[in-house]
């Protein structure tokens, strides 16, 4: 059975306007929901870290940043369920250096990587679990309301 990614209409409407308020850079920030599961209601925009020649084709988020947003979630009884990035000239699937990092920050294959692509005139989101170098879609959920 599919797993499926449920974001708030709140935090897909600010994860597509923080992908387009950040072009010609990428994107790029953090999401947050109840531990364990995959309903999304915090997302958490992060500095784009990367060099700055770079950034237009990748992303780098801020150490500290992302150490403030763990705490905060931990505080708040969330848990951080995965990573959110755009993609500004390509389609919205996972880059080789896209899985080359989740290679290295994720492991054991736990957070859901959504990328919103800027490709065309509307931005398009989907999602993935990346482990061991596979990569799974995710479907997307947008709760209306």
Request: charged share 25%; aromatic share 8%.
């Amino acid at each position: 059975m599919a797993e499926i990614l449920i974001l708030t209409n709140d935090v897909y409407r600010a994860m597509i306007d923080r992908a387009l308020a950040e072009t010609p850079n990428e994107a790029c920030g953090l999401f947050t929901g109840a531990p364990g599961g995959l309903r999304v209601d915090g997302y958490h925009p992060m500095t784009n870290a990367a060099d700055p020649d770079e950034a237009w084709k990748l992303y780098l988020l801020d150490g500290q940043e992302m150490l403030d947003v763990e705490a905060a979630a931990d505080a708040d009884g969330q848990a951080v369920l995965g990573v959110m990035h755009s993609h500004t000239h390509t389609e919205a699937y996972p880059s080789p250096t896209d899985v080359a990092d989740a290679s290295r920050f994720d492991p054991f294959g736990a957070w859901v990587f959504v990328i919103v692509s800027l490709q065309h005139s509307d931005p398009e989101l989907r999602a993935y679990r990346i482990l061991d170098g596979e990569i799974t879609e995710v479907l997307v959920e947008v709760e209306q309301g």
